[in-house]
């Protein structure tokens, strides 16, 4: 069995999948612990292991899953991976990023994607129909524009993500609303028609803590995958060990 470690800005997902690429559990941790990888450890017959982070390198784990596991791969800009890239800055690179596109080619291996990851930040990143990761676009998340509007000026106040009643904004607050709420969908069809011009048909899939939005809001434009990253992530430690 297969262990992927995903630690993101704000919360660690972990997935277990079976032989026949099967996710077998699922958990969300707000941090990586060794005592909750040993109550896996006793659950499942783990063999192997993949982690992911865009945090600080967490030696104290790699140390105790090396010293548990028969293989343990940490994904960066050289590990092997089952798709060509383009990015000519592979080192700077978000590890989740890179798994993200190769999770998505492994669900729509014959079609182009785009996969738009809408958490602290929204990242889009295009990988072919013939398995080539072109790059993307890297964006301020929702929160972040709510926050950036507070902070940076004298008197917008900090608003919340709500639910929208118009795309018109009838006051402060629902026009602060409506402008990222509204304005993030419109980036999404903006940038889809830009790749369709280019690629033809595509597939859009978003993943990340503000998916359910986009997908509330777009519901025959995209299909959501909130474990993208470890769909990626297992297909790379399949790789690797073959």
């Not at 990015?87 to 079609?111: C, F, H, M, S, W």
């Amino acid at each position: 069995m297969n262990l992927c470690i995903d630690v993101g800005n704000t919360q660690v997902k972990l997935g277990v999948y079976d032989a026949k690429k099967s996710l077998l559990w699922f958990s969300k941790h707000p941090e990586l612990t060794i005592s909750v990888l040993e109550t896996l450890f006793f659950k499942f017959d783990i063999k192997q292991a993949i982690l992911s982070s865009v945090r600080v390198e967490h030696r104290v784990v790699l140390d105790f899953l090396e010293r548990t596991l028969k293989t343990v791969l940490q994904l960066s800009f050289k590990t092997n991976v089952p798709i060509q890239s383009q990015y000519q800055t592979p080192e700077t690179l978000g590890n989740d990023r890179l798994a993200a596109v190769i999770g998505a080619n492994a669900l729509y291996p014959k079609a182009g994607v785009l996969v738009i990851d809408a958490g602290t930040c929204i990242t889009y990143d295009f990988v072919t129909s013939d398995a080539k990761y072109m790059g993307g676009s890297i964006l301020p998340g929702i929160n972040m524009r709510f926050q950036a509007l507070h902070q940076l000026t004298a008197k917008l106040p900090l608003i919340k993500q709500a639910d929208l009643d118009s795309f018109i904004g009838t006051s402060t607050e629902t026009s602060i609303q409506t402008g990222i709420l509204c304005g993030v969908l419109h980036e999404l069809r903006g940038f889809k028609l830009q790749y369709e011009q280019e690629f033809g048909n595509i597939k859009v899939i978003v993943t990340g803590g503000d998916a359910s939005y986009f997908e509330s809001q777009l519901k025959n434009e995209i299909f959501a995958q909130p474990k993208l990253v470890l769909i990626g992530l297992n297909k790379i430690l399949n790789y690797n060990i073959q």
